[in-house]
């Protein structure tokens, strides 16, 4: 019955651990695009704008939304590859038990501090919504479009976590937390 159990837990931890992957590349994916657009645009405006032309608003301030989304959507895919700032060097020394409790608390944590995030950025993106500004005369872009990056962006990071905190909690001492 417990091998079983074992069996399950490690079948629905995988699956986890796999839909992490692919949605950790669908995000470097997209934040490549978007900077790969922000740099096509940004060297057309450089052309056109050398050789006496004008361009539109937009021209110049869409580079500087997509480059600002991109940094947002990339960087959830720190937890997945583990490139984010830890303490390593600390967590060695502890006994196996004890490092993974303090793994999971400080997922917790970091957890808690992202649905703060997220609510006063709902808040802050409401705001924008009630006022109508405008951000680009061109596309006519509400501003509100460009700060919902940031909700968007910690609810993805929130998963991440949420995975990274099941799979340490479900690690043995031979894998590691």
């Not at 947002?72 to 020394?93: C, M, P, W």
């Not at 005369?137 to 099941?166: A, G, K, Q, R």
Request: proline fraction near 2%; charge should be positive; aromatic fraction near 12%.
């Amino acid at each position: 019955m417990n091998a079983i159990k074992k069996q399950i837990e490690n079948s629905i931890l995988s699956k986890l651990l796999k839909f992490n992957r692919r949605l950790a590349s669908l995000e470097l994916r997209l934040a490549s695009l978007m900077i790969v657009i922000a740099s096509c645009l940004s060297l057309y405006t450089i052309i056109v704008r050398n050789s006496g032309h004008s361009t539109a608003d937009w021209a110049v301030d869409l580079p500087i939304a997509l480059v600002s989304w991109a940094i947002f959507i990339g960087s959830g895919a720190n937890f997945v590859s583990k490139s984010h700032i830890n303490t390593d060097f600390f967590l060695q020394k502890l006994p196996f038990k004890f490092k993974k409790s303090i793994l999971i608390l400080v997922n917790l944590i970091l957890l808690g501090m992202f649905i703060f995030i997220i609510h006063y950025s709902i808040i802050a993106t409401e705001l924008f919504i009630k006022t109508g500004n405008r951000l680009y005369e061109m596309f006519n872009t509400p501003v509100y479009i460009v700060f919902l990056v940031l909700p968007i962006s910690v609810v993805i990071w929130c998963v991440h976590v949420v995975i990274d905190i099941v799979e340490i909690y479900f690690s043995t001492e031979e894998e590691g937390a």
